[in-house]
């Protein structure tokens, strides 16, 4: 499945996102992985996330908008909303893409963002340049009437 059918297929939350992580333990250390597209599908059907990933504490958010572990609610029966909540601007979506590692989808997401945040100061700047045009197009014009009043009043005076 491609980052666009995920993408496309549950929308912008947490099963699509490429910083969904499931923790493994071995020994003392602990290493985090992408979740794969057969684990997010799984979740998505509604498997107990302690089926797919040996302990349903073993999953996070690796930019820690939520984390699993510390979470206080019922969470077999919260786990869909959990996974599948569009979070809109509060969180640093970014899609999953099989095969990539954390680092570069975090700089990708980070330009992305900067990407989002430059247009809207273009989009401003626009705004701020045609507002200024109109007042230059206005200012044109009144001198302009000036002009042509000073114009006809010299040239046709005011009958006394």
């Known amino acids: 499945m491609s980052k666009g059918d995920m993408v496309n297929r549950w929308g912008k939350c947490c099963l699509s996102c490429h910083f969904l992580l499931k923790r493994s333990y071995v020994g003392p250390e602990d290493h985090a992985f992408s979740v794969t597209c057969g684990e997010r599908r799984k979740l998505a059907e509604g498997t107990d996330p302690g089926e797919v990933?040996?302990?349903e504490?073993?999953?996070e958010c690796s930019k820690h908008?939520?984390?699993y572990a510390n979470l206080h609610i019922d969470l077999r029966r919260h786990i869909?909303?959990?996974l599948q909540q569009?979070?809109?601007e509060s969180c640093f979506f970014y899609?999953?893409?099989e095969g990539m590692f954390l680092p570069a989808a975090v700089e990708l997401e980070r330009r992305a963002a900067d990407r989002r945040e430059a247009e809207r100061d273009r989009a401003l700047t626009r705004g701020a340049f045609w507002v200024a045009f109109a007042a230059l197009v206005v200012?044109?014009?009144a001198t302009v009437a000036t002009l042509a009043w000073n114009i006809w009043t010299h040239f046709y005076p005011?009958?006394?």
């Open 139 to 141: 200012s044109i014009l």
């Open 86 to 88: 569009d979070r809109g």
């Open 95 to 97: 899609p999953f893409a």
């Open 65 to 67: 908008v939520w984390d």
């Open 53 to 55: 990933f040996g302990n």
């Open 80 to 82: 869909r909303e959990l």
């Open 158 to 160: 005011a009958t006394p």
């Open 57 to 59: 504490r073993n999953m």
